[in-house]
């Protein structure tokens, strides 16, 4: 363990704009890709389901 | 057989159901692996002895650059197998892979701009290594441009696949630039000739890494492609029934 405190492992040295821009933003973008992916796939989910829905009443008109 | 067993699994509706299932293990290997790795990066690596703390970024760093190249490569492969044999989950394959390798291709230079302010003074420079970068992130924005802009999802794919595969050219670019050309970036870190240039704790930090963003990658790539799979094949049977029994 290299840090004294918690205040320490922030400042990484003085470098920690850097090192938490790096992993804040890697963070970010994987938290974000995910999410978008299944809100994406709500959408489609609900848009196809109408159509087949709206198709099957078609045929039984 | 195993030729059966491919072929098998390159239908969309045997590949959907096989995805969702490896999904939730990719999550899970992604999760223990992540910990692990950042666990090392931060609290068993030691300072460097030259960059202090700030290196610590190659943690992601290394791991992300090396995701944006073999990302283009699998992406590049399914394209080629899309043209040879006129398989339908090629194309799916290839266009599920190109946003994930764009983000890691946006990380690495991200990752690396942080880095190279402090280490060399700059956020950038037009060196061949960081050049040939910022082209193969241009290649999938590129890639994804094109396959969005054209509407007849057979000719969408062509069109890119021919693109993914010209631009494959750029791949070993990246990886040798270092030893082509006199440049700014650091050489490789790992090889496979010689021994690592680093200590043997950071490499394992970086590996632990590298894996967990390799397990991340194939479980947003494999929802990725259901959502697309479910998007091309809405006017089959099996799809049709799946959104019935979920609407029930």
């Not at chain 1, 994987?30 to 045929?59: F, H, K, W, Y």
Request: aromatic share 16%.
């Amino acid at each position: 363990m290299y840090w004294n405190s918690f205040s320490d492992f922030l400042a990484m040295g003085g470098y920690g704009f850097y090192v938490w821009g790096s992993f804040g933003v890697t963070a970010l973008v994987m938290v974000l890709e995910p999410l978008l992916i299944t809100r994406r796939r709500r959408a489609t989910e609900s848009r196809l389901t109408r159509q087949i829905r709206a198709e099957a009443r078609q045929e039984h008109a | 057989m195993s030729m059966i067993n491919w072929f098998k699994f390159s239908a969309p509706s045997t590949f959907y159901p096989l995805a969702g299932r490896l999904i939730p293990v990719f999550w899970a290997l992604f999760a223990i692996l992540a910990l692990a790795g950042l666990w090392v990066g931060f609290f068993v690596a030691p300072t460097d002895f030259q960059q202090g703390e700030g290196y610590r970024i190659i943690f992601i760093h290394v791991g992300a650059s090396w995701m944006s190249m073999f990302t283009y490569l699998v992406m590049a492969f399914w394209a080629g197998m899309g043209l040879a044999f006129n398989t339908r989950l090629s194309g799916m394959m290839a266009s599920a892979l190109a946003p994930t390798g764009a983000l890691f291709a946006f990380i690495s230079l991200w990752t690396g701009a942080l880095w190279g302010k402090p280490m060399w003074g700059a956020w950038w420079v037009w060196d061949a290594r960081l050049t040939s970068e910022l082209i193969l992130l241009f290649l999938y924005i590129g890639f994804i441009a094109l396959t969005h802009a054209i509407d007849d999802t057979r000719r969408a794919d062509k069109a890119g696949a021919i693109l993914a595969l010209v631009g494959v050219v750029n791949v070993p670019i990246i990886y040798f630039s270092v030893k082509w050309w006199n440049t700014l970036h650091q050489g490789a870190s790992v090889s496979l000739t010689k021994a690592p240039a680093m200590a043997s704790i950071m490499l394992w930090g970086m590996l632990l890494c590298a894996l967990a963003m390799w397990m991340y990658s194939l479980a947003v790539a494999l929802m990725r492609v259901r959502v697309i799979i479910l998007e091309r094949e809405r006017h089959t049977d099996w799809v049709k029934e799946l959104l019935a029994k979920r609407s029930q």
